[in-house]
């Protein structure tokens, strides 16, 4: 039997951010003691947290699809940790838990918000968290039943070395005569990104962006990550029956003023659709978007890739790192999936 800890560290929410980024007072650290475990309850140690472009929105005190976090409540994160306690049936020390663990050291809670992970031979713990976290979700639900992806199709994706974007370029690429173009904001991810195989690629930081954009031609399918003005573009070169599937608008989330979309009446010239979706509604068939990811895996057609951040030396966890990690997703520093390692030195005190 292992030590069970006294005391956890966690991030809650101190003062929401207006129209901007997160901020140095945007979370507090506080500790607080871990009281005993009640029936049907299970204490988890935080492995890992995900850092998602859209922790920004849940900051905000607006309806969405998801309830704003509270001021004084921790952080929103999903998490991969193991078990330490468990007064729960089906779960045992050590287990590998996947769960809305959030920005803390320890998660107490009831057996029911915990689901059971294994990570098959060779694989790792946190591909959990992406490529069959949600972001692999995101990508496969998003290009097949929202985008209706078909052979022979063009394809656009923006946010393309991203967490959700590096698993839907590499669907698009491994899809029969599919025409790939990747968008992203750095020469280094777009090297990489033409290494995997994208047929065009392009920087929209580049002055000639607006340019080299005409010249990829009419679209089939645009996969959304960032909205505004790369959107717009899209918009006014789509072909009959294109589809546009938003997923998210990276680029409007921290703005001052949303930017005014001029051409979405060429969905109707075009008969083209622009539809959201949101992942967790798939929950059911989860199993079929991993089997289908795992597949190209192992065939060698997807690499996925993580940006980790780890607990600084002397700090006794990763917590100090964690809003870093959304500046990271915000600037652009990642490629693929951005994760905090939360659990680092803290010491387990007491039987
Ligand atoms: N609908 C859903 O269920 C669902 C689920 C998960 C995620 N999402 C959304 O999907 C999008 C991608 O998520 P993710 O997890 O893949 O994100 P991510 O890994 O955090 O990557 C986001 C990338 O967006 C780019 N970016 C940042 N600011 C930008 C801007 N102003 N304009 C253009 N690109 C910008 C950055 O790369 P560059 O270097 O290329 O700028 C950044 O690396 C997000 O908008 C997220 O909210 C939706």
Redesign the pocket.
Known sequence: MSLIPTDSQRLVLHKRPERGPVTDETFSLESISIPDLKDGEVLVRVEYVS????MR?WLNPTRSYMRPVEIGEVMRAGGIGRVVASRAKGFVENDLVFGTLGWQEYWLGPAKHLEHRQTPRGGKDIDHLGLFG??GM?AYF?IFDIGRLKDGEKVVI?????????IVTQIAIAHPKCTVIA????PD?CAELEKLGCHTVLN??DPNFRKAFKKVGLIDVYFD????E?LDMVLAQLNPHARIVC?????Q?NAKTPYPLTNTPSLIAMKASMT?????EYAARYSEATTYLAELQSKGSIKYEYHLLEPRQGERNGLGRCTEGMEV??????Y???LVKISGNQQSSKL
């Open positions: 850092i998602d472009a859209t929105n949600i972001s995101t998003g923006s946010g393309a070395a991203g967490s959700v974007g590096l968008i992203a904001g750095t991810k929209y930081r990550n960032v909205g505004g790369i997923c998210g608008a990276i680029s989330y959201g979706f949101i992942a967790f997703v915000y600037q652009g520093k990642n693929g999936k951005t």
